[in-house]
């Protein structure tokens, strides 16, 4: 059955960042930022990735969207595409953000034929209205971000990664920029989604890969994971104060 | 290729152009006036100051400048072409060739504005058209696989050993004197002339000035062997980009 396959299947990677330096200057320099991750995801899912600062997080999401390749370990990729969701790809600050929109929606993933058709709901939904032909040197930020987020709405890969929130722009933005993020997440999407926020986790994700110092710890449905988290981060808090 | 890649190769060219155009005043008319500054620099310290001229040193010399200008400038901007997209390739996966490959087009964009002033130019000047001016599409053939190797190389080494770049600088100062682009290499004594005639770059502007000015015929066997090396260069170089990308996004040079 092609349905249970998983999209992304890891096993026991790890990935070195390494320096290189001359002979007798410094010698090479390395750090294992994932030392042995195995995980698996399937279609439809919603995966929280939990663990302390520096435990890898990022490093996985982006092995994950095929822009590291693992050093040692093995992960298969389906056939479909697989990135971050992450704002203003590849602007160019003297185009205007007609050209800009286009430009980032094929680095996502888009033919330039399906940013095109798309192109329409990104300028709505960017509420940029006139200022869609200016060049977008002179938008402010939160102009800025908003077509971003337009953008990266519109071109949503099939297995979205995302690290934090995401929600940006003023007030009003930001309440429809985290409604239209829930909406991807909840609709039949595939989402990784790497959170602090445990309640989001716990609300979101159908299962939870928990990574400590570039391991994982454990892979489970949130209601085994995120407690035996929060207990081992209070026994870890609890040992750190009385140092 | 996929569709997509290709679609971000030629969407980013026309992107980058149209930026550079709308970033000045006068735009688009830089791209002319650019090179023709540059070459009348050239043309004052060496024609006019120096007295070097023959009476064909302004030909000779702009044929030179123009070949070399678009040579240089494509190879030093693709040599940072990578690193300059180092925040783009940690987001999201784009196969890396395509960060020199968008600059290869967009200077040979501007080198094709520069070579229809340079006809218009040899022709107000006063030399006749020959059949010899069609052999100049082959030369500038062998020309470009010659840039896009050394680019491509360049592009590929520059990430990981960002000293290179320079190196490159001044590797390309050295180039420019021993290309014969404001001399003519025939004057050079022996036996420093023949070991200038391996210079590739030389080669390809006096094939140049031969079938532009001489009425000759270009020396077919090393244009071939040029623009053969070149073709093997530019595979290796590929490989080797294909074969770093990983090592390139995870770079913090």
Known sequence: MSSTNPVISVSNIGVCFSRFRLPFVGGRRHYWALTDVSFDVYPGETVGVIGRNASGKTTLLKVLAGIIAPDRGDIRRAEINISLLSLQVGFIPHLPGRENAILSSILLGLTKQEALARLPAIIEFSELEDFIDEPISVYSAGMRARLGFSVAYYAAPEVLLIDESLAVGDQDFRVKSAAAIREIITSNHTVILVSHDLDTIRQLCDRVVWIEKGETVAVDVPEKVIPDYQHHERQRGISTSRD | ?253
């Not at chain 2, 679609?7 to 026309?14: E, G, S």
């Not at chain 2, 010659?146 to 290179?164: E, N, R």
């Not at chain 2, 320079?166 to 180039?175: A, E």
């Not at chain 2, 003519?184 to 390809?204: C, F, H, K, M, Q």
Request: hydrophobic share 55%; aromatic share 16%.
């Open chain 2, 1 to 253: 290729m996929k569709r997509r890649t290709l679609d971000i190769i030629l969407y980013r060219t026309y992107a980058e152009l149209k930026s550079e155009a709308q970033r000045t005043y006068i735009g688009v008319l830089w791209w002319i006036l650019e090179p023709v500054v540059f070459m009348l620099i050239f043309y004052f310290i060496f024609g006019v100051l120096f007295q070097r001229g023959t009476e064909d040193f302004v030909p000779f010399l702009l044929i030179g400048l123009a070949l070399w200008h678009w040579f240089q400038a494509t190879v030093m901007q693709c040599s940072g072409a990578i690193s300059a997209n180092r925040g783009l390739i940690q987001q999201v996966y784009v196969p890396n060739y395509v960060f020199p490959t968008v600059v290869v087009l967009a200077n040979g964009a501007k080198f094709v504005v520069v070579l229809v002033i340079l006809f218009v130019f040899l022709y107000l000047w006063g030399i006749t058209p020959t059949w010899h001016w069609l052999e100049s599409f082959l030369v500038l053939v062998s020309a470009l696989c010659l840039t896009v190797g050394i680019a491509y190389l360049f592009a590929a080494i520059t990430p990981l050993l960002p000293d290179m770049k320079l190196l490159l600088q001044n590797g390309l100062r050295g180039l420019f004197f021993l290309s014969g682009i404001f001399f003519d290499l025939s004057r050079i004594p022996e036996p420093y002339a023949g070991w200038l005639r391996w210079n590739p770059v030389a080669t390809v502007v006096d094939d140049l000035r031969n079938v532009l000015m001489r009425e000759q015929t270009p020396a077919w066997d090393s244009l071939l062997a040029i623009g053969g090396g070149s073709l093997v260069l530019i595979f290796l170089s590929l490989t080797l980009m294909r074969h770093n990308e990983s090592r390139y996004a995870k770079s913090t040079l």
